[in-house]
């Protein structure tokens, strides 16, 4: 990889894991989440920020490989919509406490990435391998939302 490839990396990585760090910051989950009544699946609090370090950092090499590829502009556009999509989830459902908008953001949430897989597997199979344990997190957590909100 040449300087330019490197540099549009760092930029993508440093992007989604600085962003997610920023938002899940900011919205921390708080005593409004922890006085949930909770499925007997939900996970551990401590593992969350874990698994999404590893996705924001693979998200980030994918959208990397998006804009080096010519895979053409609905990728593009699919990758920045899951993002925004990403970054919204949390200030909805832990900001603004609100369970069923987290639901629906965190559907189309997944319908995006489930698209963009599929719109990516036979051009950039790479990127669309790195969202794949994305979608599969993102499809428990949506479960989990689902829980969520049926049992408060």
Known sequence: MDTRSWTRLALFVV????GGVLVGWLTLPGAWYASLNK???NPPNWIFGPVWTV???MIGIAGSRLWRDDVGPWPRRLWVAQLILNFCWSPAFFGMHAIGAGLGIIVL???TIVVLIGMTWRRERTAALLLTPYAAWVAFAT???VAL???N
């Open 39 to 41: 499925p007997s699946f």
């Open 143 to 145: 479960v989990l939302n």
């Open 55 to 57: 996705l924001y950092v």
């Open 15 to 18: 992007l989604t894991v600085g």
């Open 109 to 111: 949430l997944l319908a």
């Open 149 to 151: 909100y049926r049992l």
